[in-house]
């Protein structure tokens, strides 16, 4: 079992910044047209300083920031998970060039099925550089006992 001692713990706390190509990339991956995705100029003209940050674009962001090895520390395999939620709360817009603070905590710990399968609860609160409030991410893991 996932001990629950670990509800609170911080697992990530990190920076990191999206340059316009790859918002632009991302805003293609995933099939948005609206121009102000893709191109400055649309994005100016709708009162943008910039290219904004397309919606669940910082899940991508967070998956890529540096490897804690908090699950290790939990005792979690790998091979036994499963992405099982993932939620945002949007508080204001961010933009490319934007630098993003990253702060993940285990918010919860519980299990069904008889411990069969664990559940792992984190979110991450995003500031960007003047300290503003961006956003709220949750996402659960699902372990397989």
């Known amino acids: 079992m996932i001990d629950k001692k670990h509800i609170g713990k911080v697992v990530a ?4 910044c999206a340059p316009a190509s790859q918002l632009r990339f991302f805003a293609k991956a995933t099939g948005q047209t609206d121009p102000v995705y893709l191109d400055e100029a649309a994005a100016r003209d709708a009162g943008h300083p910039g290219l904004p940050l397309p919606p669940t674009f910082l899940f ?23 992405h099982g939620e993932q939620s945002f709360a949007y508080h204001r817009m961010a933009y490319a060039g934007d630098t993003l603070h ?9 299990d069904k099925k008889g411990g069969a399968l664990e559940f792992v609860v984190r979110e991450t609160r995003v500031t960007n550089q003047d300290g503003e409030h961006v956003a709220d991410l949750r996402s659960v893991l699902v372990h397989r006992t």
Do not use: H, M, V
Not at 13 to 16: E, G, L, N, V, Y
Not at 62 to 79: F, H, Q, V
């Open 102 to 110: 990253f702060k993940s905590t285990i918010a919860d710990i519980y």
């Open 60 to 82: 991508s962001l967070e998956l890529a920031g540096p490897a804690t090895g908090w699950r290790d520390e939990l005792g979690i395999r790998i091979d036994r998970i499963l």
């Open 13 to 16: 706390d990190f920076r990191a």
